[in-house]
């Protein structure tokens, strides 16, 4: 089955401990992309890849970091989270790079929350 | 810059009657327009997508969108609501200038009235 998988589903850490919220997909796409969800603010870009090691930062990419080493993988870094960064997350893909066209599959989302 | 404005963060219609969520979009080039639904606890699924050509589209489930340039919106619509359609919409857009920078609205929750 073609699918974006996030782990873990949810997470509730501490100010400053390191965490990754991993991401994989199975569809062969070149493009990923992280997205966190607030309540009155949509969906906000924080990372996308166009290709393996090729990133970029979206709208609101304070406090993360990513790596795309392989096609198939996106893990997002909190390398010292925050409480501001309790959100719902999600990770999509889609196939192509040039073509904007393509719809993002997304993943189930993970809760995290910063105390 | 792109960007789209939802009317209505919450919706509600008695079941049976007409689903009418609104979305206008700003952008600079040609857009491609989306609308994804989000059910509790799920990820967001496309509904349905306009890129070039039919001004109506269709999706899945009964849903339906038309782009209307003059006007800059894409109002996604369904003639009867149903129970299993409450849930929440984005419309997004993503510019045609061959390079994926999506922008979500902040969404609709649609509620349907038994």
């Known amino acids: 089955e073609a699918q974006v998988t996030q782990n873990p589903r949810y997470l509730i850490t501490v100010t400053g401990k390191k965490l990754t919220v991993t991401c994989s997909q199975n569809?062969?796409?070149?493009?990923m992309s992280w997205y966190r969800q607030d309540p009155g603010l949509g969906l906000r870009q924080i990372y996308y890849?166009?290709?393996?090691?090729?990133?970029d930062k979206g709208d609101v990419p304070e406090g993360y970091k990513v790596s795309r080493k392989e096609k198939r993988n996106f893990p997002l870094i909190l390398e010292s989270p925050s409480p501001n960064q309790t959100s719902l997350y999600f990770c999509?893909?889609?196939?192509?790079?040039?073509?904007?066209?393509?719809?993002?599959?997304f993943g189930n989302g993970t809760r995290l929350t910063v105390t | 810059a792109q960007s789209v404005t939802q009317l209505g963060s919450h919706v509600s219609v008695s079941e049976g009657a007409l689903v009418l969520l609104r979305c206008n979009y700003s952008?600079?080039?040609?857009?491609?327009l989306f609308w994804y639904v989000q059910y509790p606890n799920q990820g967001l699924q496309l509904l349905l997508k306009?890129?070039?050509?039919?001004?109506l589209v269709k999706g899945i489930n009964g849903f339906e969108a038309e782009f209307k340039k003059s006007e800059t919106s894409f109002h996604l619509t369904k003639p009867s609501a149903h129970m299993s359609d409450a849930a929440e919409y984005f419309c997004?857009?993503?510019?045609?200038?061959?390079?994926?920078?999506?922008?979500f609205g902040i969404g609709t929750k649609l509620q349907v009235i038994p």
């Open positions: 999509a893909s889609s196939k192509g790079t040039g073509a904007s066209n393509s719809p993002l599959h």
């Open positions: 569809m062969n796409h070149e493009y």
């Open positions: 890849s166009m290709n393996v090691e090729v990133t």
């Open positions: 952008s600079s080039v040609p857009p491609y």
């Open positions: 306009y890129t070039t050509g039919a001004t």
């Open positions: 997004a857009v993503s510019s045609s200038g061959g390079y994926q920078k999506v922008t």
